[in-house]
Structure formats: structure tokens, C-alpha cells
């Protein structure tokens, strides 16, 4: 991000919630929540990369927050997100299920804003730190080596 616009770590909170009931796959971000993408690769700071380049650039950005992240918090987070290999296509209640089961509570409890919401939290704060880091991320940066499986 450059100095002429900040990313609102709140905002990005309230898209990544948003973004809960269909993922957050390029695919999905494009289709339902493309304020998600826009947030971190904003069209005015990036006018060499079209929505859709974007939108892979934010799914590759939030998939390096969440290895940041790591161990079962950043693997519910993952499944959460639809970022998990085969949950594309599943419903967040089942979602919810899974990641719940991984963190050893109940699919119930983990709807609570101290669990559901603080682990959207973190990732947001994962992003944020990405973006705004002295060490500035560029779109190339967050690319996967071609060849290489996505983090699941």
C-alpha cells in the first residue's frame, strides 16, 4: 500500500467476516466480496493489475497471513475461509464444524466473537502487517512459485 491511502484494519475485520459465508478464493471474492480485494490491492494503487489479478493477489496475501498465523488457529482460519483444499463448495456451518473439531471446542462456541471473531482479528492483523510492514509487499512477492501446491 502506499502512503496516499491506509488499509483500515477494521474494515478489513468486517470484509473477512463478510467474507465467511462464501470464502475467500479469488473466485469468490470476485463474485461476493470484491471490497475484500480492493482493500488490499486498491485499483488506484494498482492500476497495472486488473479486479482479477487483484483478487488472486489478495487470496495469495491472506493465504501468507495465515501460514503466518500457523498451527490449528491458521488451519481453522484456512478452513474458514474456504482456503483449505475441499471446502470450496461446502457451507460455513460445515466449515465451522470442521474447524471447530480442530480447535477442540464446540461448532457453537466457536461462532463467538472471542473465537470466530478474534481469529478473523488476527488474520486481519496478519494482513495488515503484510501490507504496511517497512518491508513493503509487492503483488510479485505474494505469488506461489508456480509448480507449488497452495498451503491448505
Known amino acids: 500500500m502506499g502512503t496516499t ?6 474494515a478489513l475485520h468486517r470484509e473477512l467476516r463478510r467474507a465467511l459465508r462464501h470464502g475467500a478464493r ?3 471474492l470476485l463474485r461476493f466480496t470484491p471490497d ?10 494498482n492500476s ?5 489479478d487483484r483478487a488472486i493477489q489478495a487470496e495469495l496475501l491472506l493465504r501468507r497471513a495465515l501460514e503466518a498465523i500457523g498451527g490449528k488457529r491458521g488451519d481453522a482460519a484456512s478452513i474458514l475461509l474456504c482456503l483449505t483444499p475441499g471446502t470450496l ?3 460455513l456451518e460445515a466449515r465451522r464444524q470442521s474447524a471447530a473439531g480442530l ?19 488476527d488474520v486481519a ?12 509487499v509487492s503483488p510479485q512477492q505474494c505469488q506461489i512459485e508456480q509448480g507449488a501446491p497452495p498451503h491448505g
Request: hydrophobic share 40%; no cysteine; charged share 30%.
Open 36 to 45: 475484500l480485494a480492493e482493500l488490499i490491492f486498491p485499483a488506484e494503487l
Open 48 to 52: 497495472d493489475l486488473t479486479i482479477h
Open 103 to 121: 480447535l477442540g471446542i464446540l461448532p457453537d462456541t466457536l461462532r463467538r466473537e472471542r473465537h470466530e471473531g478474534l481469529l478473523l482479528w
Open 26 to 28: 479469488a473466485s469468490r
Open 125 to 136: 492483523m496478519e494482513v495488515y502487517g503484510l501490507v504496511t510492514s517497512t518491508e513493503r
Open 5 to 10: 491511502r491506509r488499509l483500515d484494519p477494521e
Open 89 to 91: 463448495g461446502t457451507t
